[in-house]
């Protein structure tokens, strides 16, 4: 049961990935390599810098 958790969070952030204009599969990949509240850290700090 975790793991599903762990999965649909990191599909979450490859959805917002994905409305933010962004490639949700490298998104999905990251937030599984470090967590999803990592990847959703790193995607709020690549959309604040983006140009």
Known sequence: ???FF???????V???ARL???NPL???AASVALT???GSI???IADKYRR
Do not use: H
Not at 6 to 12: C, D, E, K, V
């Open 1 to 3: 049961m975790y793991i």
């Open 6 to 12: 762990y999965l649909l969070a990191a599909m979450g």
């Open 14 to 16: 490859a959805y917002w």
């Open 20 to 22: 933010r204009g962004r």
């Open 26 to 28: 490298l998104w999905f």
């Open 36 to 38: 999803p509240l990592g």
């Open 42 to 44: 790193a995607l709020m």
